[in-house]
């Protein structure tokens, strides 16, 4: 018999006990399979997941695992205890939105690991997969070894197949509340970033990374790495701990949507899905409104949000301000600097704020009076400054006194780098407080919507009353911003970027160029841009955002007057990232369609198809078009308005001024 030699007999040896421990892999595809997940555990007993969509993969082997300062780390070690498998295909309805009715349809794997040696502590794994992406979370279930936990680290990770392009903006660096504009970099060239990041993957999918179901959470931002990976990099408190929890305890999901095209990336439902049901019951309170505001007057100058000759909340400028909405059918006027605490520099400590006292010359009770003689309502404000925990000795108080007064929705504000001199929006500090910021308003049935906030979730679902809220660079950068304005590609770019985590009040509107502040800044579109904003980005409460007298006797303004601020439906007949978007959705409460386009710096022409009208029916098309010469920098306002008969069938030539827009009306024809 032939000799083995020694080291090849432990070659062998070592080759068959490596095969033999190959780790099992546990697989859990989409209802219709166009999406899988493959998880299994590393030699070392750590979990992994691999993500693919039909051939393609989306993520190689993604590491996942918790360090706790105190405790010994929960990275590895690990065996499967048991697994198990959920369907689920319903349909929930919402009471507003971009779609009446979300059909949650997905599979569900739960991965149940215990701790081989050591304190045995045990962690799930819980996958949920649609067609539209996956979302994943942990959960700690309650136990011996695990109970108060101060969790330093999740180590999450994404690793991508390549150095793929990302749609991002950079963590806490510009600013601490995300208003950044989006840019385009290779994965190795970005910072930390925030999510939703949206990827242009080199195997042609649009990829969207977000969490959804914020709850007793840091925010989720992306740490970059070597080789294509971003981890988990939590939001910390001050003292540098990343959450403080007690078993059990689950964590936001983490979610990728997968997305063929651009427009699947808009009307992907899976961060919703992913919220727990409504937990207010009665929800005939909540509703959407569109609204006007002493607010720009502000910006540009024009008024003062403190005492003095320029205070912009008196009782006699809110009364005209009511007066127009009630000519014009507007249903809201938001009023700030109606309460004490802005006198001198309001932004540098939000302790001089009352919520409750009002300016001696905003007759608050006059006015609540007046509006409701005339089927408006006063839009309340609260700037905080940042000052938290100020604002919550308060809160009640506050939301209590505009109950009584019939003000039922309140715009809230944090202009402060942190929230009490120290805590960052997206801690866990500050998700707490927008929380409760939130569950009390609904107990005096209060809508919100949040200023400089923590991202969205799709904690709307679970709390309908929030209703819309900033998390970007909004209209007011047009005003006092140093670097020129928003960019010609911004609001083209939002629907695919800052809105996958939800609606936005960015007050679009804009009627009147010409203004001149000393910072030079600027609004980067034209008129009709502005009115096709009204479709393009989502947002229940809708600002016209523009001083009345430069909508008055505007023939555009009908637009505003006109256009529904939730819908029923949603597509997105054509889109490129940052160049251009066309969006057509469809009346929450009527047959009629409406449709945005908007463009870059770029003028284009497209054709789009009609194929979202119902088939056989004939519809009336307003259009509000670029007129004649229209151009963002030198001519933003000639707007042609025309009716054309379309139906399904039509291919509707759209053209676009450079930073130009059209704006749509379908109406069916009896
Ligand atoms: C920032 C908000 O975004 C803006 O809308 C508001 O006018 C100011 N803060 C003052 O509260």
């Known amino acids: 018999m032939k000799k083995i030699p020694f080291r090849q007999c432990i070659a062998a040896i070592m080759l068959v006990i490596l095969s033999c421990s190959a780790q099992k892999t546990y697989k859990v595809a989409s209802p219709g399979k166009s999406n899988e997940v493959t998880f299994s555990l590393t030699k070392t007993g750590q979990p992994q997941y691999i993500l693919s969509s039909g051939k393609t993969k989306v993520l190689e082997p993604s590491l996942m695992g918790f360090e706790f300062d105190g405790l010994p780390k929960m990275t590895d070690g690990f065996k499967v205890l048991s697994t198990e498998k959920n369907t689920v295909n319903t349909t929930w309805d919402q009471p507003w939105g971009e779609f009446k009715k979300i059909k949650d349809n997905h599979n569900e794997l739960t991965i149940h690991l215990e701790e081989t040696g050591g304190q045995k502590r045990k962690m799930d794994i819980i996958f949920r997969v649609f067609d539209d992406g996956m979302g994943f979370r942990y959960s700690f279930p309650k136990q011996p070894n695990l109970d108060k936990v101060k969790i330093s680290n999740e180590l999450t990770q994404f690793v991508f197949p390549a150095d793929e392009n990302v749609w991002w903006t950079p963590v806490h660096r510009e600013n601490s509340y995300y208003e950044s504009h989006y840019r385009k970099t290779s994965m190795s060239r970005t910072d930390t970033i925030n999510t939703p990041a949206t990827f242009e993957a080199k195997s042609g999918l649009f990829l969207a990374v977000h969490e959804a179901a914020l709850t007793d959470y840091a925010s989720m931002t992306l740490l970059k790495g070597k080789n294509n990976t971003y981890t988990s990099e939590l939001v910390p408190w001050a003292d540098g701990t990343k959450v403080y929890t007690q078993a059990p ?57 403190g005492q003095g000759p320029k205070h912009g909340a008196t009782t006699k400028i809110t009364k005209e301000y009511i007066d127009f909405a009630a000519k014009h059918g507007l249903n809201g006027v938001l009023v700030e600097g109606w309460n004490t605490g802005w006198d001198g520099d309001w932004t540098a400590d939000g302790r001089a704020f009352s919520f409750t006292q009002p300016y001696p010359d905003f007759d608050i009770e006059e006015i609540t009076r007046y509006g409701k003689s005339k089927n408006v309502r006063l839009i309340g404000h609260h700037e905080t400054a940042g000052a938290s925990q100020h604002y919550e000795s308060q809160l009640e108080d506050a939301f209590s006194l505009y109950n009584r007064l019939g003000v039922n929705s309140v715009k809230t504000g944090y202009v402060n780098k942190y929230l009490d001199k120290k805590e960052w929006h997206d801690s866990q500090y500050g998700v707490r407080h927008y929380r409760k910021v939130i569950e009390t308003a609904a107990k005096y049935k209060i809508m919100i919507d949040n200023h400089e906030p923590v991202k969205g979730t799709g904690l709307q679902r679970t709390y309908p009353n929030l209703m819309t809220w900033e998390e970007g660079r909004g209209q007011e950068y047009n005003a006092w911003s140093n670097d020129g304005g928003n960019t010609t590609d911004h609001t083209v770019l939002l629907p695919f970027t800052r809105m996958l985590s939800g609606p936005m009040d960015y007050t679009p509107g804009n009627f009147g160029f010409d203004y001149k502040l000393p910072q030079g800044a600027k609004v980067n579109t034209t008129l009709a841009h502005q009115l096709a904003l009204y479709v393009v980005l989502f947002s229940p409460l809708q600002m016209a955002s523009d001083l009345p007298e430069n909508y008055e006797g505007k023939k555009e303004f009908e637009f505003i007057k006109q256009v529904p601020c939730i819908w029923a439906e949603t597509t997105v007949p054509d889109a490129k990232l940052a160049e251009y978007t066309v969006i057509a959705r469809k009346d929450w409460n009527s047959n009629d369609w409406y449709l945005g386009a908007v463009t870059n710096k770029d003028a284009r022409k497209l054709n789009v198809p009609l194929n979202f009208l119902d088939a056989g029916k004939t519809y009336k098309a307003e259009i509000y078009a670029d007129g004649a010469g229209a151009d963002y920098k030198s001519n933003p306002y000639p707007v042609s308005i025309e009716s054309k008969t379309v139906n399904s069938k039509t291919v509707l030539d759209v053209n676009l001024a450079p930073g130009g827009g059209t704006a749509i009306r379908f109406s069916e024809v009896k």
């Open 249 to 305: 305890f689950a964590t936001p999901w983490r979610t990728i949507i997968i997305a063929k095209k651009p427009g699947d990336l808009v009307t992907s439902t899976l961060m919703l899905n992913l919220n727990e049901p409504s937990k207010i019951t009665d929800t005939s309170w909540i509703g959407p409104s569109k609204y006007i505001g002493i607010w720009w007057g502000m910006h540009l100058e024009k008024f003062s949000w």
